[in-house]
């Protein structure tokens, strides 16, 4: 219901924007996407290429047959597999250096893209076009299914005691609701090409590829997870405190998309 909604309330904005300046075009894409994500902090492993399946509106703000300025909205939603360890310390219970598995099952983002639209001339009976600039996004939703096993527990946690080992108990947790531990911005570039095929009057099916690429971690500055020396848990101050680098993973995607411009 939410997806039919977002579609119509789009379509008869841009449609009352089109009926006074027909400089504007405007139309509707799906967009099934190979989502991945990305981190350069040693300490975190990522995996996996889910298949995602994301919609959206397109609108262009023409300046001649050949060039525009690319609008619109994008509901995106990302996948991936990440395995980091954290310090688990919530009040009344005993701190603890956890490993996590963590699989986003469902991360969505509604975006709004900003672009500049190469657009050749006709050539036989196609048009190509490529496309290129940034979105901004805001979080929409986001769930995972998580596995923890305790590593270590510190012992005397009142007085700072050290970490000594833990029992290796294993939880686990399905549609988790994580949105909250997640960076409600995010920022994207976005490069595209594609091509579009008349099909009547003024109306032509569009179809390219689209490399949607994150340029903010999905968790805020702040989120840290426990580092790894040596392949053992780093520990400061007679294994006192854990050691701790910043928790940055990036969304990305490759799209294929496939739509109708009126």
Excluded: C
Excluded at 21 to 45: E, W
Excluded at 226 to 233: L, N, Q, S, T
């Amino acid at each position: 219901m939410k997806k039919i909604v977002f579609l119509v309330m789009g379509l008869v904005v841009m449609n009352m924007v089109s009926a006074q300046d027909k400089s504007f075009k405007i139309g509707i894409k799906l967009s099934p996407a190979v989502g991945f994500m990305k981190t350069d902090v040693g300490d975190i492993a990522t995996n996996g290429r889910p298949v995602r399946f994301g919609y959206g509106l397109i609108f262009d703000r023409m300046f001649s047959e050949n060039y525009a300025l690319g609008f619109g909205l994008n509901m995106l939603e990302f996948g991936g597999h990440a395995e980091y360890t954290r310090l688990y310390s919530e009040s009344g219970s005993t701190p603890t250096v956890q490993y996590v598995k963590r699989n986003y099952s469902k991360v969505k983002y509604v975006e709004m893209p900003l672009t500049l639209k190469l657009r050749t001339a006709m050539i036989g009976k196609m048009i190509y076009w490529g496309q290129f600039g940034v979105g901004l996004g805001y979080l929409f939703s986001g769930y995972a299914d998580e596995e923890t096993t305790d590593l270590y527990e510190q012992l005397d946690a009142a007085n700072g005691g050290p970490f000594t080992y833990a029992s290796g108990k294993v939880s686990e947790d399905d549609k988790l609701d994580i949105k909250s531990n997640l960076n409600p911005i995010r920022a994207s570039m976005i490069i595209a090409a594609g091509a579009e095929y008349p099909i009547s009057g003024s109306t032509f099916l569009s179809y390219g590829i689209t490399y949607n690429g994150g340029l903010l971690s999905m968790y805020e500055t702040g989120d840290e997870v426990v580092k790894y020396r040596d392949g053992a848990v780093a520990f400061n101050n007679d294994n006192k405190s854990p050691v701790f680098v910043d928790k940055k993973i990036l969304l990305n995607q490759v799209q294929l998309n496939v739509g109708i411009i009126f």
